[in-house]
Each structure stands twice: as structure tokens, then as C-alpha cells.
């Protein structure tokens, strides 16, 4: 059955969170399959990622100029459209970082926060998807709790890791290297969680 036109928007957050997880699984990629010298060519393959997401973007923005009635109001389509192109952003800063500050050796840690970002990217196209139904859904409440559970794990890993990287590194390029490409990392479960709060702004402002 062809889906309603006012469900463009919400189809298309979920299209763009789907960059999100994309990126967020070739991270993934990255960390547990670790090559430094592939390093500049999945950093390019993860900026395709991006730049795909930025003309969805782009699509839905010029859209969005042309339409006289929207489903929610234009600025929180904005706000979530921004949200989720950040997490997307955020994720490809990791690896920008990486490469810049020339990471040789892939830290347990770093391991550990790739998987709670991979799970929030997870978490936040479950509730998109379930986004366009918020006044009824049962789930889309508890998926959101999820994204600031894991958020919070996030901040957590971000503590020890950065702990253990100072009382136990002492390769002072290691110890630089590392410190940036962990806050970078971090900043993506603080980008997830922004999306959900914009969410949550939404239904309230419309309950």
C-alpha cells in the first residue's frame, strides 16, 4: 500500500538515519578490522557516506521550501533533520581524527564505544521508524530511554578510557592520538542522543 504523502518527512528521517547506521557500521569496520594503511581509503568511503546523507538532506530541504502544509512544524523538521545529519557528521570526525593524528594500533576501549554507537544508530532508526505513529506507539517512548541509556554508557567508556589511557600509555603521540579520537567518539553518543531529544521536543509539542 503507497504511503501517505504528509509521511514524506518521516520516511526520510529514517532515510537519513540510515546513513547514520551505515557509517556507524563501517566504524565498526574500521576498528575491529583495523589496516592504518587503509586508513585514507575508508576514511573516503565513510565521506561518501556523509555526502550521501547531505543530499538527502538537500532533497528534503527543497521540499520543504515548496510545502504549504507539513505533518509537524517546519522547524522541527529542520531540528531533526540537522540532529541526525550531526550523528552522521560525528561519526566521520572519528575517523577524520584517526587518520589525521595517525592512528597505528586500535586501543580496547575504542572497541567498546564503537559498539554503543553502533547500538544507538540502531536504536534511533527503530524509533524514527516508528516516528510518523508517535501519538499512538507503544515503543517509541522506551526506544528513546534506550538511546539515553546508551548515552550515558557512552560517557561512562569516555571516563575509563580516557583513565587508562594516561596510566597506562606512555607514547606521548599515542596518548595525543587517542585523547581527541575518544572525545570524537564520544560526541556521537552525544549527537545520537540529541535526535532523541528532538523526538521527545516534538511530542510533547504535539500531545
Known amino acids: 500500500m503507497a504511503r501517505k504523502k504528509n509521511e514524506y518527512y518521516y520516511d526520510t528521517f529514517v532515510e537519513l538515519v540510515d546513513y547514520s547506521c551505515q557509517a556507524a557500521n563501517l566504524l565498526n569496520d574500521i576498528m575491529n578490522n583495523f589496516d592504518a594503511a587503509k586508513l585514507h581509503e575508508k576514511m573516503e568511503e565513510m565521506h561518501a557516506i556523509e555526502h550521501a546523507g547531505d543530499k538527502a538532506r538537500h532533497v528534503m530541504i527543497k521540499k520543504l521550501v515548496k510545502e504549504f502544509i507539513t505533518p509537524i512544524e517546519r522547524e522541527d523538521i529542520m531540528a531533526l533533520a540537522d540532529a541526525i545529519d550531526n550523528v552522521t557528521d560525528s561519526i566521520e570526525d572519528v575517523v577524520m581524527r584517526m587518520y589525521m593524528f595517525n592512528v597505528v594500533n586500535i586501543r580496547e576501549r575504542a572497541l567498546e564505544m564503537t559498539k554503543v554507537v553502533v547500538k544507538c544508530c540502531n536504536s534511533l532508526k527503530q524509533a524514527l521508524a516508528e ?16 538511546v539515553n541509556q546508551l548515552e550515558e554508557e557512552g560517557d561512562r567508556l569516555f571516563t575509563e578510557a580516557t583513565r587508562d589511557l594516561y596510566v597506562n600509555c606512555n607514547d606521548f603521540k599515542e596518548v595525543a592520538a587517542w585523547d581527541i579520537a575518544f572525545y570524537y567518539l564520544e560526541k556521537c553518543c552525544d549527537a545520537c542522543e540529541d535526535v532523541a531529544d528532538a523526538i521527545e521536543n516534538v511530542i510533547m509539542k504535539n500531545s
Open 131 to 146: 516516528f510518523h505513529n508517535f501519538r499512538k506507539s507503544k515503543t517509541l517512548h522506551q526506544l528513546i530511554i534506550e
